[in-house]
């Protein structure tokens, strides 16, 4: 998507602390940190949001998340915990309409979210 801030960034051309790059998948430090560790993780592939993940996305949701737990590990969070999020539509805040996923960690966090 031409427009679409995230397949800039997935495409190389965007401006962005990129920490992870596979065919597939692309990790890069969210430029509003809400933790000491804040990773966005998103695919290549336009997705808008996960209302939108079909039955033939299931090995890059796999991807996904294990990426994740890798970064978790290289940032030192594996043992103290940390959190996976992605916000659908208005009500949860998505501000940004491609499929990402915030990997947070570094401080100990609330529940239930604000
Ligand atoms: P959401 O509100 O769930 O859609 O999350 C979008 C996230 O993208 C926010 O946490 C923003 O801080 C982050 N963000 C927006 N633009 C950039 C950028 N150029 N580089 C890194 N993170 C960004």
């Given at each position: 998507m031409e427009d679409c801030l995230f397949c800039k960034i997935a495409s190389g051309a965007g401006d962005a602390d990129v920490v992870h790059v596979s065919d597939n998948v692309v990790a890069f430090r969210d430029?509003?940190?809400?933790?000491p560790v804040h990773i966005l993780l998103i695919p290549k592939?336009?997705?808008?949001?996960?209302?939108?993940?079909?039955?033939?996305?299931g090995d890059l949701l796999v991807e996904l998340f294990a990426t994740a737990a890798h970064l978790a590990k290289a940032n030192d969070v594996d043992r103290s915990g940390w959190r996976v999020v992605t916000n659908v539509g208005p009500d949860a805040g998505q501000s940004v309409h491609h499929l990402h996923f915030h990997l947070l960690g570094g401080r100990p966090m609330k529940w239930p979210p604000g």
């Amino acid at each position: 998507m031409e427009d679409c801030l995230f397949c800039k960034i997935a495409s190389g051309a965007g401006d962005a602390d990129v920490v992870h790059v596979s065919d597939n998948v692309v990790a890069f430090r969210d430029i509003n940190p809400q933790a000491p560790v804040h990773i966005l993780l998103i695919p290549k592939e336009h997705i808008e949001s996960a209302r939108s993940v079909k039955d033939r996305h299931g090995d890059l949701l796999v991807e996904l998340f294990a990426t994740a737990a890798h970064l978790a590990k290289a940032n030192d969070v594996d043992r103290s915990g940390w959190r996976v999020v992605t916000n659908v539509g208005p009500d949860a805040g998505q501000s940004v309409h491609h499929l990402h996923f915030h990997l947070l960690g570094g401080r100990p966090m609330k529940w239930p979210p604000g």
